[in-house]
């Protein structure tokens, strides 16, 4: 596995604001994901953050919203923009260490709050 | 439309008895499988992956693995308090770079 750590660990934020977390990770890892899970509900693929490219959303999401950033082989940040009470969720980073495998390691996620 | 179907429980299990989970998929030619576990408040946790038709056993884990019906499963022997979770399967579609999440199973051990 692979040690993951991502700052803040949660956050209360007020409407129309914009918070950036950031996803660490102790070894190079070929690939790395936001997902985000609502209160109660499983997990959902934000998008694909490609190192020294521009990220691949998922259906729903867009770079103006949710932009990525991936400078390097183990660091990756995701901004909410403009949030709404709506971005209220826990949003979680995740890496593939080995593609060959497709398993994907889970940081600890950032609780975020929206007022 | 790619799914992974779980039953959204709760079930209910008493402690020491065997608990068994189980996850239905929609492509027939998917290739890795996994089983999360996810306590509350925390982030997911890998417990099993699973590649090949039939059972991979892991202490007090198995995971079971039938491509034909497109079905796996998740067995926990002598359950445990600790045990108590949501449990999230995944599956990996082949030429895709990302798995699909189940909507999960919550699992309580009755003590």
């Known amino acids: 596995s692979a040690v993951i750590s991502q700052k803040p660990s949660r956050d209360i934020c007020q409407r129309g604001t914009s918070l950036t977390i950031q996803c660490q990770v102790d070894s190079q890892v070929t690939m790395m994901f936001w997902y985000r899970q609502q209160p109660g509900q499983s997990l959902t693929l934000i998008a694909t953050a490609n190192q020294g490219s521009e990220a691949t959303y998922e259906s729903g999401f867009v770079i103006d919203k949710f932009p990525i950033s991936r400078p390097n082989l183990t660091f990756s940040t995701l901004t909410v923009s403009n949030m709404s009470p709506e971005d209220s969720s826990i949003y979680l980073c995740s890496v593939e260490r080995e593609q060959s495998t497709d398993t994907q390691y889970f940081g600890p996620g950032t609780r975020l709050t929206v007022l | ?111």
């Open chain 2, 1 to 111: 439309q790619k799914e992974v179907e779980q039953n959204s429980g709760p079930l209910s299990v008493p402690e020491g008895a065997i608990a068994s989970l189980n996850c239905t998929y929609s492509d027939r030619v998917s290739q890795s499988f996994f089983w999360y576990r996810q306590y509350s408040g925390k982030s997911p946790e890998l417990i099993m992956s699973i590649y090949s038709n039939g059972d991979k056993e892991d202490g007090r884990f198995t995971a079971q693995l039938n491509k034909a019906s497109q079905y796996v499963s998740l067995l926990i022997r002598d359950s445990q308090p600790s045990d108590s979770a949501t449990y999230l399967c995944a599956v990996n579609p082949p030429n895709w770079d990302k798995i699909i999440f189940g909507k999960g199973t919550r699992l309580h051990i009755l003590p």
